[in-house]
């Protein structure tokens, strides 16, 4: 299924595939502002947890790790049961936490060996971006399902790579897209698709941060692009999503300082504006040179929406202003109380619920694919040649 169709059905459906809680909420936006809790009540685990292997033991990792920790109660719960690292003294430690055996630690040379390994049954794949394809597809030739940190890849080519390795082991691909199970992100999406704010003329979006020169964010050969490929995505993830369409145009600037040593290998800055076939116009920012919050806000023929902050791990808020079909005006101003690692404990269940109930994820790998096509066609106009 398609987020960027989703209607009220499709919501109570995501809500049974996982994303826990979320249709509830959406089916009355006021109970955003109630708390939901971490731990999602409900019925009882009907099915073993799903294992999995965390492919990179950095700071993103943490949090999925800690998202499934609250799985426990989740009807498809998902549990830690295998490491891949190359500091053995981390992940030793990591697997006390855990209660994931020794002999489930894996090295990057030999995490092949995982295939003979029952208890893991997938995959996180938490690396710099350029891993992303060599370690999903070595998963997915060992068996294993694969949910695989965003951008997908480094290039069209590997992500296309990614996808026909996973139809080929005849294991489940996702990319983890945090966003699309998140409350309200969706609440957002789901004002626009009832209609609230009328025909959609314009976004606004931007997500941004100072980057520390020794991150391997700033080598491009780990990295494969600057911002855009690291925050920048969510922008265009979330004008897709927002609007229902696929991009029509993309046209985009992108400037470096000369004199800051941090943008030899990637870009400081890019600006895209997008054209959707609707007419609806996105314009986007990003960048590594300053703190940038991640938002978005929407202007429709009957009304607007913000949500900002719109990308981070908790404290989300979605504003919104529109005439109502009774013609009486509603504001909106919802903070959401939900806290990290929630979004990756909709993610976990999203994808256990898929791998226990055979079912295509959300956000399969066709939806990162699309981005990267995206993204490079933004970087070429940009004049810049990844991708
Ligand atoms: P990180 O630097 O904290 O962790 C990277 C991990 O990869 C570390 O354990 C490191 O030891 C390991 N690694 C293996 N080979 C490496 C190499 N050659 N160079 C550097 N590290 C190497 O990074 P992170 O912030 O956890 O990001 C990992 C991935 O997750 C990236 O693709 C990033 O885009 C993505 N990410 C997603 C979100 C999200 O909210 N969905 C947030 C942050 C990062």
């Known amino acids: 299924m398609n987020l960027s169709n989703l209607s009220r059905r499709d919501f109570t459906r995501l809500s049974a595939l996982g994303t826990l809680g979320v249709a509830?909420?959406?089916?009355?936006?006021?109970?955003?502002?109630?708390?939901?809790?971490?731990?999602?009540?409900g019925p009882v685990p009907s099915s073993k947890p799903v294992g999995y292997a965390i492919i990179g033991l950095g700071r993103i990792a943490d949090h999925f790790m800690a998202g499934c920790q609250d799985t426990a109660k989740s009807p498809h719960p998902s549990k830690v049961t295998g490491l891949v690292s190359g500091h053995p003294e981390k992940a030793a430690a990591i697997a006390q936490k855990y209660g994931v055996p020794k002999s489930s630690i894996y090295t990057y040379e030999n995490m092949d060996e995982m295939r003979n390994n029952p208890a893991i049954e997938a995959v996180y794949v938490a690396l710099p971006n350029s891993?992303?394809?060599?370690?999903?597809?070595?998963?997915?030739?060992?068996?294993?399902?694969?949910?695989?940190?965003?951008?997908?890849?480094?290039?069209?080519?590997?992500?296309?790579?990614m996808i026909d390795a996973c139809k080929a082991a005849n294991v489940k691909l996702m990319i983890a897209y945090r966003c699309h199970y998140e409350t309200t992100n969706l609440a957002a999406v789901k004002l626009i698709r009832d209609g609230h704010l009328g025909q959609i003329q314009s976004i606004q979006s931007a997500f941004g941060f100072s980057c520390d020169p020794a991150d391997w964010r700033m080598k491009k050969a780990l990295a494969g692009g600057g911002p855009l490929m690291d925050?920048?995505?969510y922008s265009l993830n979330a004008t897709r999503y927002l609007t229902?369409?696929?991009?029509?145009?993309?046209?985009?600037?992108?400037?470096?300082?000369?004199?800051?040593?941090?943008?030899?290998?990637?870009?400081?800055?890019v600006v895209w504006m997008t054209k959707f076939p609707s007419g609806a116009t996105a314009t986007?920012?990003?960048?590594?040179?300053?703190?940038?919050?991640?938002?978005?806000?929407?202007?429709?023929?009957?009304?607007?929406?913000e949500v900002n902050p719109a990308f981070v791990y908790d404290g989300l808020r979605l504003k919104a202003e529109y005439t109502d079909d009774q013609g009486k005006f509603i504001q909106l101003d919802q903070p959401n109380p939900?806290?990290?690692?929630?979004?990756?404990?909709?993610?976990?269940?999203?994808?256990?619920t898929c791998v226990r109930e055979n079912r295509t994820p959300q956000s399969p790998g066709e939806e990162g694919l699309k981005d990267m096509t995206y993204l490079r066609q933004i970087y070429h106009s940009a004049g810049l040649n990844n991708l």
């Open 24 to 41: 509830a909420q959406l089916s009355d936006l006021t109970s955003l502002a109630a708390p939901t809790g971490q731990v999602q009540s």
């Open 131 to 161: 891993m992303h394809a060599e370690y999903s597809v070595r998963s997915a030739k060992a068996g294993k399902h694969v949910l695989c940190e965003k951008p997908m890849a480094t290039s069209v080519k590997d992500a296309q790579d």
């Open 231 to 233: 925050v920048g995505i």
């Open 244 to 269: 229902n369409e696929e991009p029509s145009e993309i046209v985009a600037y992108s400037h470096s300082s000369l004199t800051d040593p941090r943008f030899k290998e990637v870009e400081e800055n």
């Open 284 to 305: 986007c920012n990003t960048t590594y040179g300053a703190q940038m919050d991640g938002y978005f806000r929407v202007y429709g023929s009957k009304g607007w929406l």
């Open 338 to 352: 939900e806290k990290d690692p929630i979004h990756f404990t909709n993610e976990a269940n999203h994808f256990s």
